[in-house]
């Protein structure tokens, strides 16, 4: 049971580049979310799904897209990397709204020059 | 005003210290999450409370719904306990969305 895993762990992205990162989830866990962590702030929701077939905007959407591909899997893209969007990625998961624990993965680390 | 605020922003601590850290909410709530992240790692979650007492080993959580308030308590610290511990809530209002503290950073030096 690997819980719920994240790739890349690092990237280093040219402004204007595109990119997918990827997640996935072995729990069959119903929700999933995509957050951003920058120094001095606490995480933001940048998107979330919450369940197969959905998704929804969070505090900041702007400059990405998601993709629910399946109830394991939640990808989220960069479409024209911009310096602004260097920062740590992390997925999450949780089962239904009755347990509300998140599970994070390990982290992606994005540098956009 | 962020709707999570954590006190203090940074603590260091004396090896065996009791340590509190605090996390005040302004919205109604139907969970708060601790989470601990290590330098350079990924972040776990210590306690989930709707209300309440939660222990697990050294850590003790508690909340108090009505004063929108909780505290997370380490006793006899340890230099492994050097970590950012974050505290985020489930806004009633915004349903399974987390709402972040800026996370509070803890050394405990030996």
């Known amino acids: 049971n690997a819980g719920v895993t994240q790739t890349p762990k690092f990237q280093v992205l040219k402004t204007g580049q595109s990119m997918t990162l990827q997640c996935a989830q072995d729990m069959n866990h119903n929700s999933m979310y995509w957050y951003r962590q920058d120094p001095g702030m606490g995480l933001r929701l940048i998107y979330y799904s919450a369940s197969e077939g959905t998704t929804d905007k969070g505090e900041v959407p702007n400059g990405y897209n998601v993709s629910r591909l399946n109830k394991r899997e939640f990808s989220l893209r960069l479409e024209s990397a911009a310096p602004s969007q260097t920062s740590v990625y992390f997925c999450?998961?949780?089962?239904?709204?009755?347990?509300?624990?998140?599970?994070f993965g390990p982290g992606t680390r994005l540098t956009v020059t | 005003k962020n709707e999570v605020e954590q006190s203090p922003q940074n603590l260091t601590a004396q090896e065996g210290e009791f340590i509190t850290i605090n996390c005040s909410y302004s919205?109604?709530?139907?969970?708060l999450h601790w989470l601990q992240q290590h330098p350079g790692g990924g972040i776990v979650s210590l306690f989930m409370?709707?209300?309440g007492k939660k222990k697990h080993g050294r850590l003790i959580a508690t909340i108090n719904i009505q004063e929108k308030h909780s505290s997370l308590h380490i006793t006899a610290s340890h230099p492994r306990d050097s970590a950012v511990y974050i505290c985020?809530?489930?806004?009633?209002?915004?349903?399974?969305?987390?709402?972040f503290g800026a996370g509070t950073i803890l050394r405990v030096k030996s």
């Open positions: 409370l709707s209300s």
């Open positions: 919205v109604g709530i139907s969970a």
């Open positions: 999450a998961s949780i089962r239904d709204s009755y347990t509300y624990e998140q599970y």
């Open positions: 985020a809530v489930y806004p009633m209002e915004y349903g399974n969305k987390l709402v």
